[in-house]
């Protein structure tokens, strides 16, 4: 009911499909991006709640054989579908609305028919490849595995692949629903994927018992049922998805389509290599690295999609629109503003996921069969990536801005280094340092990426000049102000957790792990006592240090909430 009154009070699209944005006004285009935003926002949260059961599930199999067999076969699945990811997505979406602008919905439903065609016929191809052969994944992604941890992992991986085909086809009707500003459709079709998980999941683990190839046939279905959402998205343009169209004189798209797919395919190349020597690395260091690396990465992940990532898709279709018809001004508006947004949250989120790095884990994962080193070990990569979590939340909106300028070979160039220095510097310092293989490839990876993202954000800033005016340099060290004293209030409250709450619950001590129902409530109360003192403090000290990012998110907010209950719509703020 929420999605479908955001959706009645969105701006109606033009006969081109296009959302009409009056120039001069961009504040029109920020509050469209922002509501679009929420959306996603909301259903990317739910989904990443399910996603979290959905780990919690798989570390009921600790960091032992099993869950580095299931984790081999769900990194190989996953990197077979971030080809359509990275490679077919990013292009894709600015050739069609360039198509559609320029030639009509026709002649672009008939590029994007051949293009989700294409996208089949290469993930069958390949799912029949490795279910024929699954040896081919298991030596690429975990040669330094047992031979008994190898049919293992060969047995799961050939289980999970058929997913690939529904995922493939799904990244593209995907993106072709954000194209049309149909932000809501895609990013529930992933909280409805991850719940159709979990529940599936649970039965089957009720009806079989806890084994990995229930959660392999899980997957597939789950899959199925995200496509399944996302063609009902597209229900109203059944016609031109299904009906073949006359071919027109217009020169083919895929020439524009290529080169910008082309340069994306390379990074993703190189990109797969530095995942694969990561892998191989870690199957040949101690049992247990490769599932705690996974474990870790699942964990800094979360916090990206809240704001980001939601953004990023929101403003890609605007972004593509703006710079096709030369609107400089607003594209650099919107850009430094998202960037802006970006560094007020994430920069205390950073503060507070290193300050409370082991009691995060301990309630994330200590249960069943951890012990206090298996936190331990986990918290300690944690604390080794979570440094480069505000770099890794700027790329993805510096990522897309490049994009929607139709520049690849930018960020292509910046990422094949960015992998190849991560490759040099993880393989000297697993000779270098053989006992500590984790550390090691737990820090290579947000190293050079912050090394990446801060030579694309100045090319980005150069490229998209000063339209929007000087930067307010009073922000920076405002941020960092409230970002050094949220982070003190988020590691107080923790420590008075830890001295009441033991005495109170009957426990030795602050504990990691274990002790049934009083240590997991002694566990998420610490992190919700630590949470919610960085929380306070954060909303104090935006508000009293006059930041005005935080002033237009209040606003924005209350515009919002106003207009959900049926208030009057006229009282929107232009920020």
């Not at 082991?358 to 936190?375: K, M, N, Q």
């Not at 700027?394 to 160039?413: D, G, K």
């Not at 694309?456 to 000063?466: A, P």
Request: charged share 15%; hydrophobic share 55%.
């Amino acid at each position: 009911v929420w999605l479908k009154r955001c959706q009645m009070l969105a701006p109606a699209p033009s006969a081109s499909g296009e959302s009409p944005s009056p120039e001069g006004r961009p504040g029109n285009v920020a509050e469209r991006v922002a509501g679009a935003a929420i959306v996603i926002a909301s259903f990317q949260a739910l989904a990443k709640v399910a996603g979290f059961l959905v780990k919690w599930i798989v570390s009921l199999f600790g960091r032992g054989r099993v869950a580095d067999a299931y984790f081999t076969a769900e990194n190989a699945l996953g990197k077979a579908f971030q080809f359509t990811e990275d490679v077919m997505q990013p292009a894709f979406l600015p050739i069609f609305l360039k198509e559609s602008q320029e030639a009509g919905e026709t002649a672009a439903w008939r590029f994007a028919r051949q293009v989700l065609g294409a996208t089949a016929l290469l993930a069958t191809g390949f799912a029949l490849a490795v279910i024929l052969r699954p040896e081919i994944i298991v030596e690429t992604f975990a040669k330094g595995f047992s031979p008994e941890k190898k049919a293992l992992t060969a047995s799961i991986v050939r289980m999970m692949f058929p997913a690939l085909l529904f995922l493939s086809v799904s990244s593209i009707t995907y993106v072709l629903l954000n194209g049309y500003k149909r932000f809501g459709i895609p990013a529930a079709s992933d909280a409805v994927s991850r719940f159709s998980f979990v529940l599936l999941a649970a039965a089957g683990f009720c009806a079989l018992g806890p084994r990995p190839h229930v959660l392999a046939a899980v997957t597939v279905l789950a899959a199925l049922l995200r496509l399944g959402v996302q063609v009902w998205g597209l229900r109203d343009k059944r016609e031109p998805l299904f009906c073949a169209s006359e071919q027109s004189d217009r020169p083919s798209p895929w020439g524009p389509f290529l080169v910008l797919a082309l340069p994306l395919f390379a990074s993703f190349a190189v990109a797969l290599l530095r995942d694969m020597t990561e892998n191989r690395l870690a199957a040949a260091a101690d049992e247990g690295t490769y599932a705690t690396l996974r474990y870790t990465k699942s964990l800094w992940q979360f916090p990206v999609t809240f704001l980001p990532n939601a953004l990023s898709i929101a403003m890609f279709p605007f972004l593509c629109e703006m710079y096709a018809r030369g609107d400089r001004k607003n594209l650099e508006a919107v850009v430094r503003g998202a960037l802006r947004y970006v560094l007020l949250f994430f920069l205390p989120a950073t503060v507070f996921s290193l300050a409370l790095r082991e009691p995060l884990i301990a309630a994330v994962y200590g249960r069943g069969v951890w012990t206090a080193f298996d936190v331990s070990e986990t918290a300690r990569a944690f604390g080794l990536c979570a440094w480069g979590l505000p770099f890794f939340a700027l790329e993805i909106v510096v990522l897309q801005t490049f994009y929607a300028m139709r520049t690849t070979w930018i960020p292509v160039a910046a990422g094949i280094a960015a992998s190849g220095l991560q490759i040099a510097l993880s393989i000297w310092g697993a000779d270098a340092s053989p006992f500590d293989v984790l550390g090691i490839l737990a820090l290579a990876y947000p190293a050079t990426r912050a090394l990446k993202n801060v030579v694309l954000l100045g090319i980005l800033s150069h490229r998209i000049g000063r339209a929007g005016g000087k930067p307010d340099l009073g922000f920076y060290p405002r941020v960092a102000l409230l970002t050094v004293l949220a982070g003190a209030a988020a590691i107080a409250g923790a420590a008075l957790a830890d001295r009441i709450l033991p005495g109170v619950l009957g426990l030795p001590g602050p504990i990691s792990c274990g002790h049934g129902s009083r240590g997991e409530i002694f566990r998420f109360a610490r992190v919700a006592s630590g949470f919610l003192a960085w929380a306070g403090a954060f909303v104090v000290l935006a508000h009293f240090l006059r930041i005005p990012e935080w002033r237009e998110a209040l606003a924005f907010a209350r515009t919002r909430l106003g207009r959900i209950l049926g208030r009057s719509p006229d009282a929107a703020s232009p920020g």
